[in-house]
């Protein structure tokens, strides 16, 4: 089972395996309140993607076919795998920043890592 849930929602048992997928750490969220099991900057889109994009529902289709693009390095793919796996064994949870969760990078993900897993 694949999740999303913000950075500043309050950690729970039930997450599973937390992994914060963003390139950047969440402002005013301490590392031990995160309760972050792993931090793949690897898989968190570029800079100038994020850039590019910041969270216009316009640029959302556009955003995705970018997105998924960068996402297929050696580096990336590795990253992917072993959320799968994860994913296949118990609950992931896909920690992002952004407000607009529906239209974040981490709703990318989770659906990507879904389909791999099932």
Same mark, same amino acid.
């Given at each position: 089972?694949?999740?999303?849930?913000?950075?500043?929602?309050?950690?729970?048992?039930?997450?599973?395996?937390?992994?914060?997928?963003?390139?950047?750490?969440?402002?005013?969220? @301490?590392? @031990?309140?995160?309760?972050?099991?792993?931090?793949?900057?690897?898989?968190?889109?570029?800079?100038?993607?994020?850039?590019?994009?910041?969270?216009?529902?316009?640029?959302?289709?556009?955003?995705?076919?970018?997105?998924?693009?960068?996402?297929?390095?050696?580096?990336?793919?590795?990253?992917?795998?072993?959320?799968?796996?994860?994913?296949?064994?118990?609950?992931?949870?896909?920690?992002?920043?952004?407000?607009?969760?529906?239209? @974040?990078?981490?709703?990318?993900?989770?659906?990507?890592?879904?389909?791999?897993? @099932?």
């Amino acid at each position: 089972m694949v999740a999303t849930k913000r950075a500043y929602e309050p950690a729970v048992d039930a997450d599973g395996y937390r992994v914060l997928v963003d390139r950047l750490w969440p402002r005013g969220v @301490s590392k @031990s309140a995160a309760r972050i099991d792993a931090w793949e900057k690897e898989i968190a889109p570029s800079k100038e993607l994020r850039e590019w994009y910041g969270h216009e529902p316009a640029k959302w289709p556009e955003f995705q076919k970018r997105y998924r693009k960068e996402l297929k390095t050696a580096t990336a793919s590795a990253v992917l795998e072993d959320l799968v796996h994860r994913a296949q064994r118990g609950p992931v949870t896909l920690v992002y920043a952004s407000h607009a969760g529906e239209i @974040s990078n981490a709703a990318v993900l989770a659906k990507i890592i879904s389909r791999r897993a @099932s």
